[in-house]
C-alpha cells in the first residue's frame, strides 16, 4: 500500500478516486462516493496500518 498513490474498488470507486486526487481523506472519499453512487452505502469503517504492520480500526 502506497500512501501516495491511492486506490479502490467497488461501484463507487471513480467517485472515491476523484475525491481522494482532490485532497479527501479515504473516509471522505467513501462518503462522497455514497451520495453519488446509489449501490455505494451502509457503514463506513476505517482501518489504519501503521509502519509495522499493525492494524487498528475504528467505527
Known sequence: L???NPDAIGSG???ALAAMDMGASAEEAVRAA???DIYTGGKV???R???HGKA???S
Open 2 to 4: 502506497d500512501p501516495a
Open 13 to 15: 470507486s471513480a467517485y
Open 34 to 36: 455514497m451520495k453519488r
Open 45 to 47: 469503517r476505517t482501518m
Open 49 to 51: 496500518i501503521d509502519q
Open 56 to 58: 487498528s480500526s475504528s
